[in-house]
């Protein structure tokens, strides 16, 4: 990881210590540095109040509360003459000294007391120094990927193998995508690249690429990358590093930094058993949750455990290994061929269950099922037509007839144009001083943002999913024909 932070910045070593107690409260040496807090003068480990807790590791301070921690900018600061204002106090310039002095004694170079909000540290004669010289510095210190003429994204996506088909759909999206903004003139008088890199085969060879994508490529953030293998690793390189990531959900759990346009599968599973309990009037104790796949145990059980907290009785998750699970109703997660089983399964002992699926997963099986599942199948679907504008259609239609891209695979083009397209937004919110902690404050502020092919869509403090569920579809066969009968309605969510 050093040699990571190494490569983004040029600091000296005095400066990266500097870093170091900044972002994280550590002295350059063995002790333990303290804050005092509050009127009481409460002693607490500096590493549990760095002052980028406050100030912001990009040291613009923060807009909201009532006495606001100060932007830390050496210009606003210390450079030129006149006096300068902050929370009603005034004061003139700040010198190496003065500025020891109110972040040790908390007094400023007029000697007005600053508010108690800010704590005291005791730092060593070294640690100051290296702090002063790392405030010198943090103004201009950008993140990685924002040059004065470009801003560089980055994405994963295979070039060989099973995903090479979809990874190629993708590159074609982004690529067409970002030449578009560039025509329009970049963001905010910034160019977009975008590199690509292929993550191969096996998660040795991905996590390279990755590192190499925010080392020696230096990219601001990653949009729509396509490296499952990566999962856990992909959530922990980028939380080191506060780096936003844009249309993926990682299937172990949810990142501070993983933003997701569209509904995970759980949420669009829960949009079924909405419709199970209202529609078809399925009892608590109606509902199995059944996967195939050792890949989908983990969601499997996410969703057992979210049924239950929306007053499910739903038992053990089961594995389909061929045999007819009996139940009312079964939600399944799992391919398309190893549906196509369960309901063969389940034909050939006689039993007629609700199915629930996502479309995502099991719709290359559906036109294959017997007349007898007609109307006893649900899909979930986190768009349908009904979500498309004129104005959609025509983007859509554009982006296949320029980069020759099959109209039946629409649903990968829709997300990687919904990724595309909260990003931009949120790029354009914040401004040309744009920062990784900018950019995930804005991503987290969208709302109601219209695609024109989806529902509206939005984040919020720690949603990370554009949608919170789906459409509900019934099928008919033989068709198959797809009939909306539930429109989406976010999911309650449970904390
Ligand atoms: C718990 C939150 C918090 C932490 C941690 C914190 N600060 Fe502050 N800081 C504040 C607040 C709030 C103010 C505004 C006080 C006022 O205006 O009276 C402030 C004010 C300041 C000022 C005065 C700026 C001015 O314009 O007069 C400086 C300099 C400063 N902080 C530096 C630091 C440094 C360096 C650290 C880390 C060693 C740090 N702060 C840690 C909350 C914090």
């Known amino acids: ?186 963001i905010h008088g910034r160019r977009l690249e975008l590199v690509v890199l292929d993550p191969g085969a096996d998660p040795a060879s991905a996590e390279r690429a990755l590192q190499r994508l925010l080392g020696q490529e230096r990219v601001f953030a990653l949009v729509s990358p396509l490296a499952p293998m990566l999962d856990q690793r992909l959530t922990t390189l980028l939380g080191a590093q506060n780096v936003p990531l844009i249309g993926s959900t990682p299937r172990s759990g949810g990142s501070a930094q993983i933003f997701d346009p569209l509904p995970g599968l759980p949420e669009q599973l829960l949009s079924l058993a909405g419709h199970a309990r209202t529609a078809l009037g399925l009892a608590p104790g109606e509902l199995r949750v059944v996967y195939a796949g050792n890949e989908q145990a983990a969601l499997a059980e996410q969703v057992r455990e979210r049924l239950l907290q929306q007053g499910w009785a739903t038992p053990a998750i089961q594995v389909f290994d061929g045999q007819a699970v009996d139940g009312p109703g079964i939600i399944f997660l799992g391919r398309a061929q190893a549906f196509a089983e369960l309901a063969a399964a389940l034909q050939a002992a006689g039993r007629q269950p609700y199915l629930f699926a996502a479309s995502s997963q099991v719709a290359g099986a559906v036109a294959r099922l017997p007349e007898q599942w007609s109307r006893r199948l649900f899909l979930a679907y986190p768009y349908v037509p009904g979500d498309w504008t004129e104005q959609g259609l025509a983007t859509l239609a554009g982006l296949q007839q320029r980069q020759g891209l099959d109209p039946r695979q629409a649903s990968l083009q829709v997300s990687t144009l919904c990724a595309l397209r909260l990003l931009s937004e949120a790029l354009k919110q914040i401004g040309r001083d744009a920062s990784r902690e900018q950019l995930i404050t804005a991503l987290e502020g969208l709302h109601d943002v219209a695609t024109g092919l989806t529902p509206a869509l939005g984040f919020g403090p720690g949603r990370r999913q554009g949608m919170a569920g789906a459409h509900v579809v019934a099928v008919d066969l033989p068709g198959p024909h797809f009939t909306a009968v539930t429109p989406y309605r976010p999911v309650p969510v449970t904390p």
Request: contains cysteine; charged residues 20%.
């Open 1 to 186: 990881m050093a040699s990571f932070s190494a490569l983004a910045l040029d600091l000296t070593d005095h400066e990266q210590a500097g870093k170091r107690l900044y972002r994280e409260g550590l002295s350059s040496s063995d002790v333990q540095l303290q804050a005092r807090v509050g009127a009481s003068d409460m002693a607490v480990p500096a590493s549990v109040l760095p002052c980028a807790s406050c100030h912001g590791s990009d040291g613009r301070g923060r807009a909201e509360g009532g006495v606001r921690p100060p932007s830390l900018d050496w210009r606003r600061l210390a450079l030129g003459q006149g006096t300068r204002e902050a929370n009603g106090r005034t004061y003139p310039a700040y010198t190496d000294s003065s500025l020891a002095r109110a972040i040790q004694q908390g007094v400023d170079p007029a000697g007005n007391r600053l508010d108690p909000a800010m704590p005291r540290f005791e730092l060593t004669l070294a640690d100051q120094r290296n702090l002063t010289a790392y405030l010198k510095r943090l103004a201009q210190e950008r993140d990685p990927g924002v040059e004065e003429g470009v801003l560089r994204l980055g994405t994963l996506l295979p070039a060989s193998g099973p995903l090479a088909d979809a990874g190629h759909v993708i590159r074609a999206v982004l690529q067409d995508g970002v030449a578009q903004l560039n025509q329009q003139g970049g």
